[in-house]
């Protein structure tokens, strides 16, 4: 079992910041890219960014410039800090992990989601 668990959501004024965090545990033996997804009321859910093993990374258009994704690979957690916010980046924000376990099994596994709310 692989389990995400992100922390870092709440309320914040436009134009405020916010940093959200995603730690993996469990039965891993290698992380792949892992990603940031967002879903607002009534919307499909979007890529907001990703990062590789790498560490090359992929931004929507929607976010590029204001949001930065990183990992500390140490400690299996990834995150994602958002500057400049707008009303519009209100969402339920997932994290996602393509996972390599010890037993040999690939899993994409999805986070619990955090709730960001961009408001005045």
């Known amino acids: 079992q692989v389990q995400l668990v992100e922390s870092g959501g709440g309320l914040v004024q436009p134009g405020g910041s916010l940093k959200l965090s995603c730690a993996a545990s469990?039965?891993?033996?290698?992380?792949?890219?892992m990603g940031w997804y967002r879903q607002a009321p009534g919307k499909q859910r979007e890529l907001v960014a990703s990062?590789?093993?790498?560490?090359?990374?992929i931004y929507a258009d929607s976010v590029k410039g204001r949001f930065t994704i990183s990992k500390d690979n140490a400690k299996n957690t990834v995150y994602l800090q958002m500057n400049s916010l707008k009303s519009e980046d209100t969402a339920v924000y997932y994290c996602n992990a393509g996972v390599l376990t010890l037993t040999s099994t690939y899993l994409n596994v999805w986070g619990q989601g955090t709730l960001v709310t961009v408001s005045s």
């Open positions: 990062i590789t093993s790498g560490g090359t990374t």
């Open positions: 469990g039965n891993i033996f290698r992380l792949d890219v």
